[in-house]
């Protein structure tokens, strides 16, 4: 509802975010001014604000501050879906390699010339100019990632991590910095959304960093928040603006010791009430090794959160029937992760499973080399929590790309 004040047209509403978001559908403005103060508009409320004018293209500025909306360039020559992130470590590669699996799965066998789907994912250990791994069909190894690292390039970044435990062919790029909505302070992605378009791809999924979001308009978007995070971290501050822009949301870390079941019922709650209809499914993440590991005794390395050790080993040994006798949650710690390679549990072991990611080629793998122990990659598969089914997260996968192929028919 509106009338005149002073001369003026006033919006009167619930509250400010319904009032905001009626001025702009209204009045189309390019930038919202904020001459409010505390404690009549408080810091939660403002951030509040912020994401609601983002999450319409609208800048916001008050007397020492402006919010811009990330630029988002319209670059995918095919129906396109993002994955970004609420925070580094929430599992947005392990998320881009499920959701490429199912989609390519669906998409059935392919043919010569045609890759199906394609993950552009940005790393801050990314290569200079987009770089094609074609993991579509062919087994990469450690012999292979061994090879690439010692050329110099960072063989355990995200785009490796996609194409050897997803089997897709990737574009890795790189990004530097993040601004408070995602933006990238620099990255090569718009080169490498050309080069995704020059493959073919039927579907092309950008892959976020950290809490950066790829610089590409796409057609859908996929949220990844971790559990474990705080609740404002992810339905508050600039998390609220990627609530808003998103169509699906996966929580994942959704269990104890990371966060208790009020915590999750909680950031589930928030979310939703942001945007009312969203998908957002409680998930974990189980290590599922490259290869059989049955009867062999095994030495684990991951970027896991040490207070989930116990989950894992039991995981690992009771579903994959090996024996775990050391465990690293250190890879992104060379120190660290070279002295659990030196401990007695771990140089008991048949094999070292580890996950690709920060020191896992050039600490783990060279160390299993001049060892004569064999190295099993392991992927992190997401798996539903209560209240979720089985089968919820597949369904979510293939519905957000059938999302993206009418959003992108409307738009060409």
């Known amino acids: 509802m509106a009338r005149e004040l002073y001369g003026l047209p006033v919006v009167f509403a619930a509250d400010a975010a319904s009032a905001l978001l009626q001025c702009?559908?209204?009045?189309?403005?390019?930038?919202?001014?904020?001459?409010?103060?505390?404690?009549?508009v408080g810091y939660r409320e403002?951030?509040?604000?912020?994401?609601?004018a983002l999450s319409r293209n609208v800048a916001y500025e008050g007397s020492d501050f402006r919010f811009t909306p990330p630029r988002l360039d319209r670059l995918s020559a095919s129906p396109s879906l993002s994955i970004i992130g609420t925070a580094k470590r929430v599992g947005k590669t392990a998320l881009s390699g499920?959701?490429?699996?199912?989609i390519q799965g669906a998409l059935g066998p392919r043919t010569e010339g045609s890759p199906g789907v394609v993950i552009v994912p940005m790393g801050r250990g990314g290569p200079s100019y987009p770089e094609v791994i074609d993991g579509l069909g062919r087994v990469l190894g450690a012999a292979e990632l061994l090879a690439w690292s010692r050329q110099g390039r960072h063989a355990a970044s995200d785009h490796f991590?996609?194409?050897?435990?997803?089997?897709?062919?990737?574009?890795?790029?790189?990004?530097?910095?993040?601004g408070l909505a995602g933006q990238p302070f620099v990255s090569n992605v718009a080169e490498g959304a050309a080069v995704a378009a020059s493959l073919g791809a039927e579907l092309?999924?950008?892959?976020?960093?950290?809490?950066?979001?790829?610089?590409?308009?796409?057609?859908?978007?996929?949220?990844?928040?971790?559990?474990?995070?705080?609740?404002?971290y992810v339905a508050g501050y600039l998390g609220t603006y990627r609530v808003l822009v998103s169509d699906a949301m996966v929580l994942t870390m959704a269990e104890e010791p990371l966060a208790d079941r009020e915590t999750v019922r909680r950031i589930l709650e928030e979310a939703r009430e942001l945007r009312p209809g969203m998908p957002a499914i409680p998930a974990v993440f189980r290590p599922f090794p490259a290869e059989p590991v049955q009867g062999r005794a095994v030495a684990f390395f991951s970027t896991a959160p040490l207070q989930l050790e116990s989950t894992l080993r039991r995981h690992l040994e009771e579903r994959h029937g090996c024996r775990v006798t050391a465990f690293s949650g250190s890879l992104s710690n060379r120190a660290?992760?070279?002295?659990?390679?030196?401990?007695?549990?771990?140089?008991?072991?048949?094999i070292y499973l580890t996950e690709i990611k920060a020191?896992?080629?050039?600490v783990v793998a060279e160390t299993a080399e001049m060892r004569g122990v064999p190295v099993v990659f392991v992927d992190n598969l997401p798996?539903?929590?209560?209240?979720?089914?089985?089968?919820?997260?597949?369904?979510?996968?293939?519905?957000?790309?059938e999302v993206a192929r009418e959003r992108y028919a409307g738009a060409v």
Do not use: N, W
């Open 24 to 40: 702009i559908e209204r009045y189309r403005p390019e930038v919202v001014v904020d001459v409010s103060d505390e404690p009549v």
């Open 46 to 52: 403002r951030f509040r604000l912020i994401s609601f």
């Open 98 to 102: 499920f959701v490429a699996r199912t």
């Open 161 to 178: 991590e996609d194409a050897v435990l997803s089997r897709v062919t990737t574009v890795g790029c790189r990004r530097c910095g993040g």
């Open 204 to 232: 092309t999924i950008f892959e976020g960093s950290g809490a950066a979001i790829p610089p590409v308009a796409t057609d859908a978007r996929l949220l990844v928040a971790g559990a474990h995070q705080p609740v404002d």
């Open 336 to 350: 660290a992760l070279m002295r659990d390679l030196d401990a007695p549990t771990a140089r008991k072991a048949e």
């Open 359 to 362: 020191a896992a080629i050039d």
């Open 383 to 401: 798996v539903e929590v209560a209240p979720a089914r089985e089968g919820d997260l597949a369904g979510l996968c293939l519905e957000l790309a």
